[in-house]
């Protein structure tokens, strides 16, 4: 009944529509959720104290500051930055510590909100009360997109929910009726830092730490989280800095708090943290990056367990720890671990156990194979394209032409001291610099050429297919088609044109272990030509 | 016509006229009469489209043609009929051999669901709500699917990822396909969600705005996943893909939101991508489609192996080409419906059996055949013949398929070398066969013939492998009485053996016996697969008969592969660029006489302009380019004009006319030089040199 109803409201109705607002809702949408005044609280029963300190291990001396700035109640405050590392315990924190305190916030996320017309959009919406649902086509209360519209709104919106608040506080109990406390409402901006990356961002941003002096409210509190410190904001244009507050990274024995939280069988996760947490402690403390690394790690860990309740003693521990021990490292270095479906995976097992089973010449092939299916030309263009940018253009003459092969590699001197340091020096330079760029012509020489190599060295039949009819021209064509597929593919980047010359230039991303793959299936002998500093 | 085709297939004198005459509607760019003589055969490639709908002009009254437009009119039809049913085997092959991989993914889908759902269930308000519902860590991460399709080319899989939308629909998910043209850094991160706004609520929103979809959830019963299709997660742009993937792991509970991306290369292109912040959310599984090797071999059986249509190149071009040139090709249609009764079916085509010998004795594979009668009977028997011989030729392919199906040995390799009519003639294949057995021969000169290596596996089998082939074969050659019978009668004996050995396992035997026992079980199974080996050999030798060595097939055999290559490699900028420059033998007009080389004011502007062109470096002065091409356009009596001395002959000229001119020669001139952008011929003026264009071809 919500679909039958979109078709009819219309855009100016929905201009004109915070009127007839309640009519539609309650007679079109029976099911529809109205939202109220308790919307602004957390909405769930609060915590006591010694629950919230206690539900974050490590992060007793930021709540009590927070609570500290935040003040008692209907005091007003000064605006607060909360900063620390990513998954250090800010949201969360800061959510939590409004639900002990049942007071009014509104919560919007920087990066849901990508931009300042959805931001404020989405902060008048819930100040106002409204829901986004098909009856009215899932509009806006109001459209806003300028910072000034959006004071007028705030102000108009936050006058009427002080009074309501105020009403209320005098009447009942607010606890019983599960109404947020006070009459403060805060405003609680999440993932600040992305505000940088907007185009307006220069004027957004002073703007919203600005708001506390523009709305000259006392009634309102203003809150930052942010990843990044404080100083990467202000901009010295002068507004009252807001009190930053630190979320350190936990220690290790906060994790170890953290993870044994609600585990089943604490015995055999503590012996299990014994072992993993401190290597992982070395390389990340992210909760998030952790838990992921974990919940796998553990999965394995308990595997030659029966029975997974057994609380184990020193014997088993080290049984399992020798277990386990393989396979830390490599979850050391995977921050992105691809799982298989447990079905195909069985599928394939069998297939390689059916080429093993017999006899093949072709086995060996495998190793070093590509997984994915390539053009042969595609592969020559790679090839040449991985070339161009790891050797300096001034070598390519001597390496394909033929007759300077020889000589210039013969020519080694025994350097000096000083020439080693210079050498040592542009080798580094090269290091920062990374592949070289190069031209579509000199990558389409370098591709003649060893095209051309190859039809000498292979008699197989893709060479024989380059030669076809009049050299390579047939390819050619073709050749400009398979370097715009390289380039969907991300092997070959196109970058900027070059000041100087005018032109496209090129480079390639793709690692010395794929350009090798790639050359070990055309029987390519890459390496012959790879120029080593 | 390339000379080559004289050779080949036998156009009559007739036919030649007519593809001469009737030709040239149907080209896009248009090809000259005369044009084979100045140019090398490799050279006039140039593809071919045919327009079918109008595929019968009348240029000439005289009867034999109006035969022929009749005759092409069948043929026409018969190409239709034929094309549309290898297109409808291609597509079916290729929705069958993505099923299973669907299926898994939908499974998987249907999994992860579960496990979001597990985390807890919101209710309305909690999930429309701004501030993120936080249970655990790992209560943010995305379900992602990584689809590896095992090819670089994108583009083959566009149709898959629809293929797997519509299925993943079909089993009751929200499904939405976005493309990399949604991830683009100019639309942000807006553009993706518009788009997915779009899909899921059917109307464009101007702020889209997720929540908006977390609304629309809740009001959707919400119990079926959202499935969000990436394709190519290659071509997207890594910050906006990370920018959405952190917003929907923020609302992952609120929405269910499970993605699937299509990853082109390999597992490392994400971890290229994506920033460590947004890998983090994903929670990825890996699913692999078939290679394109696999695909093809699949295709290669259904369409060119299995009897789909008869034809031995399937591909559009060949078919077209072949209908067109071929004047017997009707007879595929009754190939392709699979009716026995040919000849009179022939006869009601309007083909009278002395047109169809007439025909038939032009083939060389008839010359070398002497068929004596000329009766429709004889004709019919023949074709009869034809087809068993293609029946058994395919039941054999099949058989060494299934038998080096496990080893990597690909059918298109096999199909290749089975449809070679030089090794079957030379007899290549049996000295072959006897080097096979020789192993002091080096691997090189085995390396190359499949045959000889599915041959060679089925030595190596054990029992229980050999009885699983034997039936299969079983089944291949049902409708070959002759192989059939003896694949039955090695069955049999292989079941005799099993049944003793197996016997023999049971009766407890004296210790010092159970080696010697080993050892002639091991014997006789070696003997049969052997026996095996010799009937596979057998079968190849006596049955395989290549379709080039049947009599007839030319009808249904497409053997002029340089015209096809041609056509395929296209050569579209050389083509351009003659055209341009001898205008004259497309056009046939008679104010431009092609002997002289003058540029005349009625040529085609775009002709001039190109002709002009060729004078300068790699850079044209523009100012000098237009003067030159207006003092052309303006006198029409000059006949070669220096290019020196445009100035005094324009002022010559009429004043009026020229000051009148003046505008629409400058258009004629820009929309010349857009042209020649177009074709790639030549660059636009840049910022740095507004006065000179690029030219960007040299020569042919």
Redesign the interface.
């Known amino acids: 009944m919500?679909t039958e109803e979109?078709p009819q409201v219309t855009r100016r109705a929905t201009r004109s529509y915070s009127a007839s607002n309640t009519a539609i809702e309650s007679t079109n949408l029976p099911e529809s959720?109205k939202?109220t005044i308790n919307?602004l609280g957390f909405?769930q029963q609060p915590l006591r104290l010694e629950d919230l300190l206690s539900s974050f291990p490590g992060r007793r001396s930021q709540i009590l500051e927070l609570l500290r700035l935040l003040g008692p109640l209907n005091s007003p405050m000064f605006p607060i930055l909360v900063y620390g590392g990513?998954?250090t315990g800010k949201?969360?924190v800061t959510?939590q510590v409004f639900r002990h305190l049942n007071r009014p916030f509104?919560?919007?996320?920087c990066?849901?909100?990508?931009?300042p017309?959805?931001l404020f959009?989405?902060i008048l919406n819930?100040l106002l009360f409204h829901?986004?649902?098909?009856g009215h086509?899932?509009?806006?209360v109001k459209r806003c997109e300028r910072p000034s519209d959006f004071v007028n709104y705030l102000r108009e919106a936050l006058e009427n929910v002080l009074t309501n608040l105020k009403g209320n506080s005098g009447k009942v109990s607010s606890k019983m009726s599960g109404r947020p406390d006070g009459t403060m409402v805060y405003l609680?901006f999440d993932n600040l830092e992305r505000i940088r990356d907007w185009d307006k961002s220069s004027t957004i941003l002073p703007f919203l730490f600005n708001l506390n002096d523009i709305l000259k409210m006392p009634e309102v509190g203003l809150i930052f989280i942010s990843n990044t410190s404080p100083d990467t904001y202000y901009l010295n244009i002068g507004y009252v800095e807001p009190i930053p507050l630190y979320f350190p990274d936990y220690t290790e024995d906060d994790l170890r708090h953290i993870f044994m939280a609600?585990q089943t069988n604490s015995r055999l996760y503590a012996s299990f943290l014994d072992v993993v947490l401190r290597p992982f402690c070395r390389v990340t403390r992210?909760?998030?990056?952790?838990?992921?690394a974990f919940?796998s790690l553990f999965k394995k860990y308990s595997e030659p367990l029966s029975d997974k309740e057994v609380a184990p003693n020193e014997e088993m521990k080290r049984r399992l720890f020798s277990h386990i021990r393989p396979h830390i490292a490599s979850a050391l270095n995977e921050?992105?671990?691809?799982?298989?479906?447990p079905?195909?995976k069985a599928e394939t097992n069998e297939?390689t156990k059916?080429?093993n089973s017999?006899?093949?010449?072709?086995i060996r092939e495998d190793f070093d194979k590509i997984?994915?299916?390539?053009?042969t030309s595609?592969k020559y263009l790679l090839i040449s394209a991985f070339l161009a940018s790891r050797n300096p253009a001034t070598l390519d003459a001597s390496l394909f032409d033929s007759t300077g092969v020889s000589d210039s590699r013969k020519r080694k001197r025994k350097a000096s001291e000083k020439s080693m340091d210079q050498k040592e020096m542009a080798e580094q330079e090269l290091l920062m610099k990374g592949p070289g760029t190069f031209p579509l012509e000199r990558l389409l020489a370098i591709f003649q050429c060893i095209t051309s190599l190859a039809e000498d060295s292979l008699d197989e039949e893709e060479s024989h297919e380059l030669t076809?009819?009049?050299g390579s021209?047939?390819?050619m064509?073709?050749v400009l088609l398979q370097l715009s597929?390289?380039c969907?593919?991300?092997?070959i980047i196109k970058g900027g044109s070059c000041p100087l010359e005018?032109s496209t230039r090129y480079r390639t991303?793709v690692s010395e272990d794929?350009a090798l793959k790639v050359a070990r299936s055309l029987k390519f002998p890459l390496s012959k030509y790879l120029y080593r500093r | 016509m390339a000379p080559s085709l004289n050779d080949d297939s036998p156009p009559s004198t007739i036919d030649e006229a007519f593809t001469e005459n009737n030709l040239q509607p149907f080209f896009v760019l248009q090809k000259g009469p005369s044009r084979k003589s100045d140019r090398k055969s490799s050279g006039t490639g140039r593809t071919r489209r045919f327009d079918l709908s109008s595929a019968s002009p009348k240029n000439s009254a005289n009867i034999e043609d109006e035969k022929e437009d009749e005759n092409m009119n069948l043929r026409m039809e018969a190409f239709e009929f034929v094309w549309s049913k290898i297109e409808s085997t291609i597509k079916d092959v290729l929705r069958v051999i993505n099923t299973n991989v669907f299926s898994e993914i939908q499974t998987w889908v249907h999994q992860s669901f579960d496990t979001i759902r597990s985390l807890g269930t919101p209710e309305f308000p909690e999930a429309t709500q701004s501030f993120p519902i936080i249970t655990d860590a790992n209560s943010k991460r995305l379900f992602t699917g990584l689809v590896l399709t095992k090819n670089m080319e994108f583009v083959d899989d566009l149709l898959t990822f629809e293929e797997l939308g519509k299925h993943l629909k079909y089993q009751g998910c929200h499904v939405a396909n976005l493309s990399s043209l949604d991830f683009t850094a100019k639309n942000g991160v807006g553009g993706c969600l518009r788009s997915l706004l779009r899909q899921f609520l059917m109307s464009s929103l101007d702020p889209a705005d997720i929540s908006i979809l977390a609304s629309w959830y809740r009001e959707e019963n919400c119990n079926n996943p959202v499935v969000v299709i990436i394709d190519d997660i290659e071509r997207c742009c890594g910050s906006v893909l990370s920018d959405f993937i952190l917003m929907l792991s923020e609302w992952v509970i609120k929405i269910p939101v499970i993605l699937i991306m299509g990853v082109a290369t390999t597992l490392d292109a994400p971890r290229n991508i994506l920033p460590s912040n947004a890998l983090r959310c994903l929670c990825p599984f890996e699913f692999t489609l078939g290679t394109p090797a696999e695909r093809m071999d699949a295709v290669v059986e259904a369409v060119l192996v299995k009897p789909c249509s008869g034809f031995i190149i399937g591909h559009k071009i060949a078919c077209t080409q072949h209908f067109y040139t071929e004047p017997l090709s009707v007879i595929l249609l009754e190939f392709a419906s699979e009716e026995d009764n040919l000849v009179f079916e022939i006869e009601r085509h309007g083909l009278s059996p002395e047109v169809i010998w007439k025909h038939v004795f032009e083939f060389p594979s008839c010359q070398r055949v002497k068929l004596n009668k000329l009766t429709s009977e004889s004709l019919a028997h023949a074709f009869s013949e034809l087809k068993r011989l293609q029946n058994q030729w395919r039941a054999v392919v099949l058989c060494l398929y299934v038998t080096g199906k496990g080893e990597k040995v690909r059918l298109l390799d096999l199909f290749c070398e089975a449809i070679d009519p030089e090794s079957y003639n030379q007899g290549e294949f049996d000295t072959n066969m006897k080097a096979e057995k020789d192993p002091v021969l080096s691997s090189s000169q085995i390396k190359g013939h499949v045959i000889c290596k599915a041959v060679r596996l089925v030595r190596d089998l054990s029992t229980a492998q050999l009885g699983k082939l034997l039936k299969m074969w079983e089944n291949l050659t049902v409708g070959i009485p002759e192989i059939n019978g003896k694949v039955k009668e090695l069955l049999s004996l292989l079941n005799v053996e099993d049944g003793k050995s197996s016997k023999k396992d049971l009766t407890v035997t004296p210790r010092r016996h159970t080696s010697r026992i080993q050892l002639n079980i091991e014997k006789d199974s070696k003997s049969l697969s052997d026996k095996a080996a010799n009937l596979i050999e057998c079968m190849v030798r006596d049955y395989m008969h290549p379709t080039e060595c049947i009599p007839f097939h030319e009808i249904f055999c497409f053997k002029d592969v340089d015209k096809l290559q041609l056509a395929l490699i296209g050569d579209p900028r050389r083509g351009i660029q003659v055209d341009l420059l001898e205008f004259q033998k497309l056009l046939c007009c008679r104010c431009c006489t092609s002997s002289s080389n003058a540029l005349l004011p009625s040529m085609h502007d775009t002709s001039i302009m190109y002709k002009l062109a060729q004078e300068h470096g790699d850079l044209i002065n523009l100012h000098d380019w237009y003067q030159s091409f207006k003092s052309i356009v303006l006198c029409p009596n000059s006949k070669r004009k220096p290019r020196q001395s445009p100035l005094p002959k324009k002022r010559k000229g009429i004043k009026e006319a020229e000051s009148q001119s003046e505008a629409s020669i400058q258009a004629r001139f820009c929309r010349a030089v857009t042209e020649l952008q177009i074709t790639g011929l030549l660059r636009m003026p840049s910022k740095r040199r507004p006065d000179f264009a690029q030219r960007v071809a040299f020569g042919l």
């Open positions: 919500a979109s959720y939202p919307d909405r990513p998954s949201t969360s959510l509104i919560y919007s996320s990066i849901t909100c990508y931009s017309r959805i959009e989405s819930q829901r986004k649902d098909s086509s899932y509009s806006s609680v609600n992210q909760v998030d990056e952790l838990a992921a919940s921050t992105f671990q691809v799982r298989s479906q079905l195909l297939e059916k080429t017999s006899r093949m010449l072709g997984d994915f299916h390539m053009s595609a076809v009819e009049g021209r047939g390819l064509s073709d597929s390289l969907n593919a991300n092997f005018g991303a794929l």
